[in-house]
């Protein structure tokens, strides 16, 4: 059973920084692709940031050059670098992995750690 745990939300004030983590069972290469979601109360679940196996990234517009996601070997993680952060920045932010298409895609997802920016 793959495992991903996230890490590293906590409570900031507007224009602050924090950093997500999301430590990996098995590889982080092995994935198709790796992401952060966020869902805040009352809202869907929504992409933050996405990289591939072939380090291709994505960001949703409300944060790009704000944030940043990026793979740490060393840790066998992907982190999420969060500046200049907004109190509409506030959500659970999840992690997700996406299996290669030889396991059918399969999603992956952390149990979810709580980001609140505060005004």
């Known amino acids: 059973q793959v495992q991903l745990v996230e890490s590293g939300g906590g409570l900031v004030q507007a224009g602050g920084s924090l950093r997500l983590s999301c430590a990996a069972s098995r590889s982080i290469f092995s994935f198709l692709a790796m992401g952060w979601y966020r869902q805040a109360p009352g809202k869907q679940r929504e992409l933050v940031a996405e990289i591939t196996s072939g380090a291709r990234t994505t960001y949703a517009d409300s944060v790009k050059g704000r944030f940043t996601i990026f793979r740490d070997s060393a840790k066998n993680a992907v982190s999420l670098q969060m500046n200049s952060l907004k109190p509409e920045d506030s959500a659970v932010y999840y992690c997700?992995?996406?299996?290669?298409?030889?396991?059918?895609?399969?999603?992956?997802w952390g149990q979810g750690t709580q980001v609140t920016v505060s005004s």
């Open positions: 997700r992995g996406t299996a290669p298409i030889r396991e059918n895609q399969n999603p992956y």
